[in-house]
């Protein structure tokens, strides 16, 4: 990583204390489920996004079925859905206006990376939050004033 994209991803994580998961599973095995809880478990508030759970509460918050339900104000957006499914949720995602949209591991499409771009959204693509906050050894977000 080079010390641009380390200074960047530094500001995206310290800055962005509130993250909605799309895809969030209620199995701790899996990767959308222990990435949003370590997140949790670092100070941020994660809001799970799953029309399966929808009702349901993970990590002291209930979650809803569609970015639409969201009611507040979302930092980050934390991508566990394939990169196939994206289109899908594009409109939904810049309609929601979160400063980041950030697609885990594995997850990536150019032409939505550069609509959310071109509505102001920042994009992350094929980067794990996890991992990343691990190795910038990062503590709790920065909440806003």
């Known amino acids: 990583m080079t010390p641009a994209e380390e200074a960047r991803l530094r500001t995206i994580l310290t800055g962005s204390p509130t993250v909605a998961v799309l895809g969030i599973h209620d199995d701790d ?3 959308a489920y222990y990435v949003p809880e370590y ?3 670092r100070g941020y508030r994660v809001l799970g996004v799953n029309p399966k759970l ?3 509460e993970l990590f002291g918050e209930p979650v809803v079925a ?3 339900d969201l009611r507040e104000p979302i930092d980050l957006v934390d991508v566990f859905r394939r990169s196939e499914w994206l289109p899908d949720h594009v409109d939904e995602l810049i309609a929601l206006r979160p400063r980041v949209v950030w697609m885990q591991l594995g997850v990536r499409d150019d032409e939505v ?3 959310l771009r071109d509505a102001g959204i920042e994009v992350v693509m094929d980067r794990c939050t996890m991992a990343d906050h691990r190795l910038l050894r990062l503590g ?3 909440r806003a004033a």
Request: proline share 11%; charged share 35%; glycine share 6%.
């Open 140 to 142: 709790a977000p920065t």
């Open 39 to 41: 997140l949790h478990e």
């Open 66 to 68: 569609r970015l639409a």
């Open 29 to 31: 095995a899996r990767p």
């Open 54 to 56: 929808a009702g349901r």
């Open 113 to 115: 990376a550069r609509k």
